[in-house]
């Protein structure tokens, strides 16, 4: 069964969600069934990369907060990721565009590697305060999950890939995906946010269930922990 994920990497939530998740999936009797793909979702497809503010300043400036206002919601979400044994230093992270991340995801993906692709830049991201627009830096996470350095340098050099990131942005639009994390189980359930881990067991139980029948069209069980298109909440 499918469970398919759209994802920014920029979105705080998106790595609480998917380690709630991976929580639910671990617990899940029918575990060796489910097959997952990540799909890109752009929050803000226009943002430019600017390595000279922190991330505190970039949402001061772009939401009209004072700077001590984000950090105290950057604060928030790092206690919340905390709570799933993840650690944020959301004061390292960079302000980047995350168009050539997703497309290192899809050239991972082809690798059989997306899960790890997608592990590797949160962690870059919020964890290790890296450049995910970098070239380089995504080289060298391609390299740590065991990808071909050169292969990869080629595919970023080029525009490889970036019909499957615009591929994945439209089809988000068919289905009005207007935040992430969106996690679609069998085409037929869909969990909007980083939800309980709970709520991803049960509707994992649920669409596994219905595995046999035809998609009848997606039941959205929505949550407020997400980052959404409009600019709400991150």
């Not at 497309?103 to 290790?128: I, V």
Request: include cysteine.
């Amino acid at each position: 069964m499918k469970v398919q994920i759209w994802s920014d990497v920029m979105c705080p939530f998106c790595y609480i969600g998917k380690r709630r998740f991976e929580e639910a999936l671990s617990v899940f009797d029918n575990a060796k069934d489910i097959e997952v793909e990540w799909k890109s979702f752009q929050l803000n497809p226009d943002l430019e990369t600017n390595t000279s503010i922190s991330i505190d300043q970039y949402l001061a400036d772009a939401k009209g907060w004072t700077v001590d206002y984000a950090q105290q919601l950057n604060g928030k979400v790092t206690d919340m990721a905390a709570q799933v044994g993840l650690t944020y230093h959301l004061d390292k992270a960079v302000v980047a565009n995350s168009f050539d991340a997703h497309r290192f995801t899809h050239f991972a993906k082809q690798h059989h590697a997306g899960d790890a692709a997608e592990e590797a830049l949160f962690r870059a991201y919020f964890t290790d305060g890296k450049n995910i627009d970098d070239k380089e830096t995504l080289v060298e996470l391609g390299t740590e999950i065991g990808l071909n350095s050169d292969e990869l340098r080629h595919a970023l050099d080029s525009d490889a890939y970036a019909g499957d990131v615009h591929r994945d942005i439209y089809e988000a639009q068919v289905l009005n995906i207007r935040g992430v994390p969106f996690f679609v189980m069998n085409d037929r359930y869909a969990v909007s946010g980083a939800q309980a881990t709970e709520v991803f067991l049960n509707t994992l139980k649920t669409a596994h269930a219905e595995w046999a029948k035809n998609p009848q069209g997606l039941e959205i069980i929505e949550g407020e922990n997400s980052c959404d298109i409009d600019g709400g909440n991150c």
